[in-house]
Structures are given as structure tokens and as C-alpha cells.
């Protein structure tokens, strides 16, 4: 996934899960693309951004409507599974931050 997320004007909310990979894969590919459809689905979701580099560092910020709805997709059943995964085989570190982002601005794309 290498490509902005096309997001309504702030404000909103940005998940920004920080993390250093296992060496092993164990299916984390299948996981990680079953979270993005999941969360897709999801009350409130706004769109993700996500990169690793060759070392196995990686930031993913997922951007949702509110707190609320963060808390939901935080409960949500199957991504509970995929934290419990996390915390077991895929994650040797991780830090997740919840920020409300009150303003957004760039360089848009070219046309």
C-alpha cells in the first residue's frame, strides 16, 4: 500500500501504529491485507496509509471519524484475533498513538 488516503477536512482521527516486524513471515501478508478489507467495512473509517522498510520497521496510520469509532473497530472480533497475533508472532515492538488531526495540508497531486 503506497498511496495517499483521500480524506474528508479535518477534523478527524489518525491511528499511528509503529512496529518492528518478526523475522518470520507467518502468514502476516494475509493478515495485514484481511485487516485493511475489515476495517474498510467499518463505521467511521476513512482511509490508511502504510509503509516498511527492508529492516522490517513500518508506520500505518488509519484514519477514522471519531474516538468512537476507533474503540469500535478496537473490539471488533476478527482484529482482535489479528492484535493477539501480533503481540505473539508478528510484532517484535510496537507503539499505537490516537491523535485528532485539527489540520491537514499538502502539495496536491498533478493532474
Known sequence: MNSFATLPK?????????SQRTPSDDRYGDMAER???????????LGIESARDANGFGITVSYWRDEACIAQWKANAEHKVAQENGHSRWYERFEIRIAKVERAYGKPQSV
Open 10 to 18: 479535518p477534523p478527524y482521527c489518525a491511528v499511528i501504529f509503529s
Open 35 to 45: 485487516m485493511v478489507e475489515l476495517a474498510q467495512d467499518q463505521e467511521g473509517y
